[in-house]
Nanobody
């Protein structure tokens, strides 16, 4: 299993970024995927998730600003992040959701290496 994130960077508050995660080594279209993030000194926090059928879920902190999507033909999941805030600064990880775990408290089977997002003026 391999998950490779890209698209992170430095952006000003109010700006946008689009993260991508290229997946391989498993049947991508059969798994729910998600994005998590980690702020230095804090635990991993769930951001957003998407089922294989396109049903989406968001943490309250990003609802209305972030949009998750997937392209099963390209084995890729995306996270469009708009209206970014300094508190969104974190390393963002793409992950495969564990089957049977709920979106209220998701568990993850695999993670990528992460991509840094920094929101600062």
């Amino acid at each position: 299993v391999q998950l490779v994130e890209s698209g992170g960077g430095l952006v000003q508050p109010g700006g946008s970024l689009r993260l991508s995660c290229a997946a391989s080594g498993f049947t991508f279209s059969s798994y729910a995927m998600g994005w998590t993030r980690q702020v230095p000194g804090k635990g991993l926090g769930w951001v957003s998730g998407i089922y294989y059928d396109g049903t989406t879920y968001y943490a309250d902190s990003v609802k209305g600003r972030f949009t998750i999507s997937r392209d099963n033909a390209k084995n890729t999941v995306y996270l469009q992040m708009n209206s970014l805030k300094p508190e969104d600064t974190a390393v963002y990880y793409c992950a495969i959701k564990s089957r049977g775990s709920s979106w209220s408290n998701p568990r993850w089977d695999y993670w990528g290496q992460g991509t840094q997002v920094t929101v600062s003026s």
